[in-house]
T-cell receptor
Framework: DAGVTQSPTHLIKTRGQQVTLRCSPK?????VSWYQQALGQGPQFIFQ???????QRGNFPDRFSGHQFPNYSSELNVNALLLGDSALYLC??????????????FGPGTRLTVL | EDQVTQSPEALRLQEGESSSLNCSYT??????LFWYRQDPGKGPEFLFT???AGEEKEKERLKATLTKKESFLHITAPKPEDSATYLC?????????????FGRGTSLIVHP
């Protein structure tokens, strides 16, 4: 049983560009949450997708958007990249609409570097 | 606004030297406090959930405790494989959003 997978592993972009990160949830899970973890910081909740809709959103600007597909996989899009967007982006999958973080399984993350 | 502060930021121990990590929190109605372990280049791995003051959970060399203002992660006779960053997170009951707030973590290195 594959756990949560994310792609790509690493990514380098320049300021102003746009990026798309991808996540496949653990088998049997239907909910995907995205987190941003800057170096030396804890993860910050970006948003959660359930039934192909954004259900919860943290304190992130509209430059951060997402999508969930019928197979429960998800994409995180970031537009107009800033240097401060450099971070490890974590995807976590779970079951059901309510955020039960003790039942979330995290992927290995995508390391985004913005130059 | 929910806040989580972890201390120390970094901790170096000798193998077998027991110690404790601290997580202080401010939240309007605690739904749960969570401890995670994160290895370099990996996502966090869930360790414990604590729901109310006085509660304790144990797993191998780790023991988590909770009071109304803080939680401790006690590490007894640590081994080098316990080296990792330990994260604390809280969820509040107010507002119904359940958005978690994580601390910055404590980086633990255990020397053989």
């Amino acid at each position: 049983d594959a756990g949560v997978t994310q792609s790509p592993t690493h990514l380098i972009k320049t300021r102003g560009q746009q990026v798309t990160l991808r996540c496949s949830p653990k088998s049997g899970h239907d909910t995907v949450s995205w987190y941003q973890q800057a170096l030396g910081q804890g993860p910050q909740f970006i948003f959660q997708y359930y039934e192909e809709e954004e259900r919860q959103r943290g304190n992130f600007p509209d430059r951060f958007s997402g999508h969930q597909f019928p197979n429960y996989s998800s994409e995180l899009n970031v537009n107009a990249l800033l240097l401060g967007d450099s971070a490890l982006y974590l995807c976590a999958s779970s079951l059901g609409a309510v955020i039960q973080i003790n039942e979330q399984f995290f992927g290995p993350g995508t390391r985004l570097t913005v130059l | 606004e929910d806040q989580v502060t972890q201390s120390p930021e970094a901790l170096r121990l000798q193998e077998g030297e027991s110690s404790s990590l601290n997580c202080s929190y401010t939240v309007s109605g605690l739904r749960g406090l969570f401890w995670y372990r994160q290895d370099p280049g990996k996502g966090p791995e869930f360790l414990f959930t604590l729901y109310s003051a006085g509660e304790e959970k144990e797993k191998e060399r780790l023991k988590a405790t909770l009071t109304k203002k803080e939680s401790f992660l006690h590490i007894t006779a640590p081994k080098p494989e316990d080296s990792a960053t330990y994260l604390c997170a809280v969820q509040a009951t107010s507002g119904g959003s359940y958005i978690p707030t994580f601390g910055r973590g404590t980086s633990l290195i255990v020397h053989p």
